[in-house]
Each structure stands twice: as structure tokens, then as C-alpha cells.
């Protein structure tokens, strides 16, 4: 998936060598757990390379829980189960946790505490039967119980887990940096941005990928920009309602990100500053 995910060229992927692209097909899902894995490897990979000595390593991407994961060292505790999860998270809203609670047979000092449900119930279900029936009550099936097992039992273990942190913990975070131009100018990028994909062959893509048996994959079916595109392909939608469309789910996902960067307090910069404060950190470094 090259054009909807804004993939580095391999001119760009010459001048900076990129990790961890192209290493997973769409149909296989991907967690944080992994990132933090993957990451770990790299960083062993680079560390035994001695024409890696004094080379900067830059982590770069949109999804902040990632970057944190990486730079705060998070305990990040049990995989979710997620069908299960997206159930009981609308049951607690709408329910109530002390309904919930009791429709799941849970005994808890505090069944009026939603994230302690929610909790209690996820452990409960590391013993099959009850896992089970946990599944049952919240009203989904035998299959849905199955699905989320298998994608747990990709996660990583927890031997495996924990050296890849302590991996992480032997290198130390310079700055987090956050390149932001403003919100118009933001805005104007994403319309570029956008009408380039679609103009430099995105349904061609989506075509290309149904053609390899990846059109029912969620990344594909839903993805941003990709679901337009089928729209295209599939006559549902003309080519310039689609890239307006996109534009909207683009700026949505855009302030959603930006909201969760300020909540972490990191900060923000225009390219003029970012390169300013760069040239700044790198002459403190060599003090």
C-alpha cells in the first residue's frame, strides 16, 4: 500500500534509509505491542553495526500511542480482546457497570467502576470456559471468541516483551517534534495531498490490491482514501465527490492527531523552526 499511506519514494528511502516499511500484508493486524518489538530489533540491528557509531535515529509517524510507547517505556499490561472490548465498553455506557457486572457474574469490590468491569472481565477470560461464557453474555459468538484469541496469540510473550524494553531503555529520546504549519496551511496540504493520490493512481491501487485478494481487508475496505477509491472503481461514487470525501476524513483524522499531541505536551513547530531548533540541538550535542 504505497499511494494511500503516503510511502516514502524509493528515491527518498536512498537518501534516508527507512525500517519497518513493507514488512506486513494487509490482511494481518498490527499492534503496539509489535511496533515496540520491531522497534527493539532495529535499534539491536543498528547497534551492531559499527558504521552506525554517532548516527542520529529519528522515529517518525502519526500514531503518537506508538512514539510513546517507544520514548515512555509504557506499561502497556494485557493485549486487548477486541471484539470483546468494543462490547463492553458499549454496554458500560449504555448499561451501567454495576448492570454489567452482574450480567457477567463478576465479583468486585467496586462494580460501579466502569474501567474495573472492564478490567475484571478481560482477566477472567484467561480461563477458557469462562472466557467463554463472558462472550456468550455479551451477546457475541463462539467465532468471535476465536477470532480474538488468534489475534492475542500473535502478540508478543511476555519474555519477549519485556527485553525488547529493555532495549528501549538503554537509549535515550533527544526531543519529540511535532511539524505543524498551521491550521489553514494544514488544511491546503491535505487537499494537495489528496488530489495527488488520486491523480497519481490511488483506484489504480485499490485494483491492484482486490486483484491480490486484499479487497475485503478492513485497511483496504476502510482505510482513508482507499474506501473512495473503491467508491470510484466500483461506480458508487465520481472521482471528485470521492477526493472531497477523502479531504473530510483526512482533516478529521488530522485534528484527531493534533488534539493527542497537545495532550502529551509536545511541542509544536513551523519547518522555519523546526530547522532552527534543530541546527540549536545538534550544536548543544556536540558541546
Known sequence: MDI?????????????PHRLLDILDPPHSFS??????????????????????????????GTGLYLRAVMA???????????????????LKYMGARVVSESLGLELKEPDNPARVQR???????????????????GLTHADYEADEAEMSSEPGEELWESSRAVLRRWSCRGCYVLDPGRDELLRNIEMRVSAMFAHGLADE???????GYGECSVVSDG????????????RAAAQ???????????????????????????????????????????????
Do not use: H
Not at 494511500?4 to 534516508?16: D, F, I, M, P, R
Not at 506499561?75 to 465498553?89: D, I, K, N, S, W
Not at 485499490?206 to 491480490?212: H, P, Q, T, W
Open 32 to 61: 503496539v505491542y509489535q511496533y515496540v518489538i520491531r522497534a527493539a530489533q532495529v535499534l539491536q540491528e543498528l547497534e551492531a553495526d559499527p558504521q552506525n557509531a554517532g548516527r542520529e535515529i529519528w522515529f517518525i509517524g
Open 73 to 91: 517505556d509504557l506499561e502497556l499490561g494485557l493485549a486487548p480482546r477486541t471484539r470483546l472490548r468494543t462490547v463492553l465498553q458499549d454496554r
Open 120 to 138: 475484571a472481565a478481560e482477566q477472567a477470560c484467561a480461563d477458557p470456559a469462562t472466557a467463554l461464557k463472558i462472550y456468550l453474555r455479551c
Open 4 to 16: 494511500g499511506t503516503g510511502k516514502a519514494s524509493a528515491a527518498e528511502q536512498q537518501v534516508a
Open 224 to 235: 482513508i482514501g482507499y474506501r473512495e477509491a473503491a467508491a470510484v472503481l466500483d461506480n
Open 206 to 212: 485499490v485494483r491492484r490490491l482486490r486483484g491480490m
Open 241 to 287: 465527490d470521492a477526493i472531497q470525501q477523502t479531504i473530510v476524513r483526512t482533516r478529521q483524522y488530522a485534528k484527531r492527531q493534533r488534539t493527542y499531541f497537545r495532550g502529551q505536551q509536545w511541542q509544536f513547530y513551523t519547518a522555519a523552526q523546526l530547522d532552527a531548533q534543530l541546527n540549536a540541538d545538534i550544536r548543544q550535542a556536540a558541546d
